[in-house]
């Protein structure tokens, strides 16, 4: 790296080849710890400072928690400000679960909404998910919510005859 940011008849000095042996891997360290450091200032990649992030936001530690969920639990307080809409609900259960898609269905006569999450995996902050929506929605409305695992799969046909009669298998194969 170092060699690459001088002219080529100086990097060819015996002298400062030595030099940038010598200090190419206390910068590679430099730089390796700089882009932790950076992590930590976003909630998503957070290690080590999720401890600040839960002061922060008045979470209770939670060390038994993964740090996924940990992580989920900061981002629900986070984007959990009022007041609360359909799009701050679908976007609050988005970030809590990293979901494929978020939709809320309201059901006007019976004070409620359905929140359906489409997943390619079971989801572990599912519950940190239904608690930010329970705390963030209007207290007056019900909910459920319905997790819709999204599967590849295709459906093949297959026709034979077999001592004159025609018949027809249907198989579905998941990749």
């Known amino acids: 790296m170092l060699k690459k940011s001088v002219p080529p008849f100086v990097a060819q000095m015996i002298e400062i080849a030595q030099l940038f042996t010598a200090e190419q891997p206390e910068l590679d360290k430099m730089e390796a710890d700089l882009s932790e450091l950076l992590r ?36 629900g307080k986070l984007n959990s ?20 898609a978020v939709t809320i269905v309201e059901h006007y006569a019976d004070y409620s909404f359905t929140v ?29 919510f319905v997790n819709r695992l999204i599967r590849q799969a295709s ?11 025609i018949g027809i298998v249907r198989g579905i194969v998941e990749e």
Do not use: C
């Not at 400000?81 to 494929?100: D, F, H, R, Y």
């Not at 459906?155 to 009669?165: F, N, P, V």
């Open 40 to 75: 930590q200032f976003y909630i998503k990649t957070a290690t080590y400072s999720l401890d600040r992030w839960e002061d922060e936001f008045g979470l209770e530690r939670n060390t038994a928690l993964t740090l996924m969920q940990r992580r989920a639990r900061v981002l």
């Open 155 to 165: 459906s093949k046909m297959y026709y034979g005859i077999a001592g004159g009669y």
């Open 81 to 100: 400000n009022p007041p609360a809409t359909v799009k701050m609900l679908e976007n609050l259960v988005l970030q809590v679960m990293g979901a494929n």
């Open 116 to 144: 359906y999450v489409n997943t390619d995996y079971l989801v572990e902050t599912f519950a940190i998910a239904n608690e930010a929506v329970r705390l963030a929605r209007p207290a007056h409305l019900s909910y459920k």
